[in-house]
């Protein structure tokens, strides 16, 4: 199980007031977060991220776009989502200066690796998670770039202060005037042991991800906002507890946090998705389905943890360490 995912929560469900709210760009918004009574919040570390409690059953996950070292105020920035949930659109139209916010974390599932060089890739608000990574890189003196794409300049958070601060670092493309990324070029430039950083849509995801296949000489990291899609059917099978010896069934059209939830057992759940990674599970016997967007290929096939949310059994049965 990867230790930075299973880092126990420093705050759960404390309030932090919102100090400030600003426009980042358009259909974005930046919360500043702090203490009500002045306390020192918990340390984070590049990518990430704070659940917001929004709502009764409306808990999302925002990543953390701020200063690392500032043990006083936390940044999210948040993207008005034209198919929302309820997360950004609360977000948006409903929070404002002096609320008090419920918040949970930090976590991080998308941490940063030591490398000899980095390349960050955005797209829109995929920018969030990789501030504070590319704050960190550059006070090391280590190499770095970023390209950073996006459908309109007037969209793209955090743009104008990237440039003026890292200069020739930075390449801004907003696709109405550069078309898409020109991620060959960006890659071709790369020196081997140099490790990539994405995140924003799943088009830019799927693509670096098929580019970075022919480079064994780089290491990629992706972040997902939305679960990838997968296809083929679902069939049920059942899973058992082991601390407690208990036998759970998981139905062909529920996932096995539902079972689990149904049948009386507390798991610690967020984005009901596989995207943030606080429900996984270790797995003790059985081969997972893994659905997920959080654990990478090796981690995968390790076989040894699950996200219940939405992963399932390639085996008529699972032993969780439950």
């Known amino acids: 199980m990867n230790d930075n995912r299973a880092e126990a929560a420093a705050l759960d469900n404390h309030k932090l007031c919102v100090v400030a709210k600003e426009i980042a760009a358009d259909g974005v918004v930046s919360l500043v977060l702090a203490d009500p ?3 020192e919040l918990p340390e984070w570390a590049p990518g990430a991220h704070l659940d917001l409690v929004l709502g009764d059953n409306l808990i999302r996950q925002y990543s953390l776009c701020g200063d690392v070292t500032d043990r006083t105020h936390l940044r999210v920035a948040v993207l008005r989502e034209p198919e929302s949930r309820g997360g950004s659109k609360s977000v948006h139209d409903d929070v404002a200066v002096g609320d008090l916010i419920a918040v949970k974390g930090p976590r991080n599932s998308f941490p940063l690796v030591d490398a000899s060089s980095y390349l960050f890739v955005a797209g829109g608000i995929g920018i969030t998670p990789l501030m504070p990574m590319i704050a960190e890189v550059d006070g090391r003196g280590t190499e770095w770039a970023l390209l950073y794409g996006g459908r309109t300049a007037s969209g793209m958070a955090f743009a ?8 020739d670092r930075v390449q801004v493309r907003p696709q109405d005037e550069f078309g898409l990324l020109d991620l060959d070029a960006a890659l071709d430039a790369l020196a081997p042991g140099a490790a990539v950083y994405c995140c924003g849509p799943e088009p830019l995801l799927a693509s670096i991800e098929e580019k970075c296949r022919s480079r064994n000489d780089i290491e990629l990291h992706l972040e997902r906002f939305a679960p990838k899609v ?3 059917p679902a069939e049920g099978f059942e899973v058992v507890l082991d601390r407690s010896g208990t036998t759970v069934a998981v139905s062909a059209d529920e ?3 539902d079972a689990l939830l149904r049948d009386g057992v507390e798991v610690d759940f967020s984005c009901r998705e596989g995207t943030c990674g ?3 599970q270790s797995v003790l016997d059985g ?11 090796d981690e995968q096939a390790a076989y040894d943890c699950m996200m219940v949310c939405v992963s399932r059994s390639c085996t008529p049965r699972l032993v969780l360490d439950l």
């Open 160 to 167: 104008d202060p990237l440039s003026q601060q890292y200069s």
């Open 230 to 232: 997968i296809d083929g």
């Open 278 to 280: 606080t429900c996984e």
């Open 287 to 297: 081969i997972p389905d893994h659905r997920d967007s959080v654990l990478d290929d």
């Open 37 to 39: 009574d002045g306390g």
């Open 255 to 257: 996932s096995v946090l």
